[in-house]
């Protein structure tokens, strides 16, 4: 089979949708994972050249499993976005370490394990890794003492990848979204931390699925031959302005 492929993980919303809408525009087929069955289905049912599959990152057997059923089915995997994970914002007094240790589990050895999982599938046609991290692990902040260092080992397991896989022609890079408007985000953020990021992001607005999306899509492409190792915050701005915002210290 000679059509490209992708593996997207967190599949079935946001950002890992966007992303899937726009491999599939590009020729690719794509295989679209999440372990929240019913949203993960009901997506996949309104496009073509997909791959709904089940699986929750974070459990090895899991997959293992999904990993050998997107080759069946696919025959090649030409990239794997790494794009799952959870968010659990608190501070650090008040974060137990079974809140810790879903955090991690997800964000962290999910990128892990899905893509020791992918690599000998990578290696056949030197396909290229995307990992989606946060500016929120380039930069503190409070609230995020999870998240933020779930998402700064991410960045540093990207370099790890690339230094590794190079030699195989894999190439693997990160992208640190800032602040997005999803539709989780603006349900969940007040007017008051609305109006702050407005302030504080030199492009005065939240960046959009489809802006992250575009970014992932070209990582995985001939025009990134040369990149890898790189991480890319798609932010606004955000990480040049400072650290910490009043708004969201509580």
């Known amino acids: 089979m000679t059509q490209k492929t992708v593996i997207v993980t967190g599949a079935a919303r946001g950002i890992g949708l966007a992303t899937t809408k726009q491999f599939l525009a590009e020729g690719r087929r794509v295989a679209m994972i999440d372990r929240d069955a019913e949203a993960l289905m009901a997506e996949a049912a309104q496009l073509q050249d997909v791959l709904p599959v089940v699986c929750d990152v974070s459990r090895p057997d899991q997959v293992e499993s999904m990993m050998a059923q997107v080759a069946t089915a696919?025959?090649?995997?030409?990239?794997?976005?790494?794009?799952?994970?959870?968010?659990?914002?608190?501070?650090?007094?008040?974060?137990?370490?079974?809140?810790?240790?879903?955090?991690?589990?997800?964000?962290?050895?999910?990128?892990?394990?899905?893509?020791?999982?992918?690599?000998?599938?990578?290696?056949?046609?030197?396909?290229?890794?995307?990992?989606?991290?946060?500016?929120?692990?380039?930069?503190?902040?409070?609230?995020?003492?999870?998240?933020?260092?779930?998402?700064?080992?991410?960045?540093?397991?990207?370099?790890?990848?690339?230094?590794?896989?190079?030699?195989?022609?894999?190439?693997?890079?990160?992208?640190?979204?800032?602040?997005?408007?999803?539709?989780?985000?603006?349900?969940?953020?007040?007017?008051?931390?609305?109006?702050a990021y407005h302030d504080a992001i030199p492009l005065n607005r939240y960046g959009s699925e489809d802006e992250i999306a575009s970014v992932i899509v070209f990582l995985c492409s001939g025009n990134a031959s040369y990149v890898t190792g790189q991480t890319i915050a798609s932010d606004g701005g955000f990480q040049s302005t400072g650290v910490g915002l009043p708004a969201l210290r509580s």
């Open 74 to 195: 696919f025959g090649r995997i030409d990239a794997l976005i790494n794009n799952a994970g959870v968010a659990d914002f608190g501070p650090i007094e008040e974060t137990t370490f079974e809140r810790w240790r879903s955090v991690m589990s997800t964000n962290l050895d999910g990128v892990f394990l899905c893509s020791q999982a992918a690599i000998p599938h990578l290696k056949r046609v030197q396909g290229a890794i995307v990992n989606i991290a946060s500016i929120s692990g380039l930069r503190a902040s409070t609230l995020r003492v999870a998240y933020g260092t779930s998402k700064a080992a991410v960045v540093h397991l990207t370099q790890q990848q690339a230094a590794e896989l190079g030699e195989y022609g894999i190439r693997a890079n990160c992208v640190a979204p800032g602040p997005v408007r999803t539709k989780l985000a603006m349900a969940v953020h007040s007017p008051e931390i609305i109006a």
